[in-house]
């Protein structure tokens, strides 16, 4: 099994920056793509960005220049930093982790899911 624990979330006025983790842990043979997703009320979940092991990162529209993603292969880690939050960006953030691990029998596939941290950008 894999467990994702993800903080970093809160209230923060337009303007200002929030900086969220995620950290995997278990019996984790490799770690391929990390991601953080969002999702507003009423509305779908929606991909924010995703870094592959070798760094490569891609990025929604939306956050491009204001959002920076990254991750600590040593300690199973990702990042989300945001900078110049706006309203719009209100959301519960999701943590998406996809590897290998050991079932104790067998190396399987995984594909996990934070619990969800809130971000509420307000005045």
């Known amino acids: 099994q894999v467990q994702l624990v993800e903080s970093g979330g809160g209230l923060v006025q337009p303007g200002g920056s929030l900086r969220l983790s995620c950290a995997a842990s278990?019996?984790?043979?490799?770690?391929?793509?990390m991601a953080w997703y969002r999702q507003a009320p009423g509305k779908a979940r929606d991909l924010v960005a995703d870094?592959?092991?070798?760094?490569?990162?891609n990025y929604a529209d939306s956050v491009k220049g204001r959002f920076t993603i990254s991750r600590d292969n040593a300690k199973n880690t990702v990042y989300l930093q945001m900078n110049s939050l706006k309203p719009e960006d209100t959301a519960v953030y999701y943590c998406?982790?996809?590897?290998?691990?050991?079932?104790?029998?067998?190396?399987?596939?995984?594909?996990?899911w934070g619990q969800g941290t809130q971000v509420t950008v307000s005045s």
């Open positions: 278990g019996t984790i043979d490799s770690i391929n793509a």
């Open positions: 998406n982790v996809r590897g290998l691990y050991f079932n104790g029998k067998y190396y399987e596939v995984f594909d996990s």
């Open positions: 870094i592959t092991r070798a760094g490569t990162t």
